[in-house]
């Protein structure tokens, strides 16, 4: 229980997090190109007509029996899972607690202190949470990374949950 990450305080809902199941998580970022790279931000509706469109594609022209390629490109992402750093925006879980109209700040809690950071900003947080395909048990369960990047070198460590003040 001890990598159990909660967001409380003055939010509608207390949001319980769990770092090991991220990995299984979608919306997951490789923290090595993440803040290197500008990614486009496309919304779910139009990622998701891509995504279908690509493999309608491919079985129109190559069939539905799963070219060698295909089983290639499955096979480097299972070991890049396996082996990445990687990390998840907290947008949607802080969304999800639904902060209070007067919840002006967000308070990160660790064990060597807190730290309080605009509600503004918090929206843009990264929470890493693997390390070269294994977990941060050193110094974690997470680590908090800014959304610009600026602390990608020395990001918040031994964080163990957040509060909205």
Do not use: C
């Not at 803040?35 to 539905?64: C, M, N, P, Q």
Request: aromatic residues 10%; negative net charge; proline residues 6%.
């Amino acid at each position: 229980m001890e990598n159990i990450i909660i967001i409380s305080g003055k939010v509608n809902y207390t949001i319980t997090l769990d770092p090991g199941v991220w990995i299984f998580d979608d919306r997951r970022v490789d923290l090595t190109t993440h803040f290197s790279t500008k990614e486009k931000k496309l919304d779910s509706v139009e990622e998701y007509t891509k995504a279908v469109s690509k493999h309608w594609d491919r079985e129109i022209t190559e069939g539905s029996i799963s070219p060698p390629t295909l089983k290639a490109e499955k096979k480097f992402e299972k070991e890049k899972v396996l082996t990445g750093t990687f990390g998840i925006p907290l947008k949607p879980f802080l969304l999800n607690s639904e902060p209070t109209s007067d919840a002006q700040s967000l308070v990160i809690h660790s064990t060597v202190g807190d730290y309080v950071i605009p509600l503004e900003r918090a929206f843009d947080l990264i929470l890493g949470f693997s390390n070269k395909g294994k977990p941060l048990s050193t110094d974690g369960p997470i680590h908090v990374y800014f959304g610009d990047g600026s602390n990608q070198e020395n990001p918040l460590k031994n964080v163990k949950g957040f509060s909205a003040k």
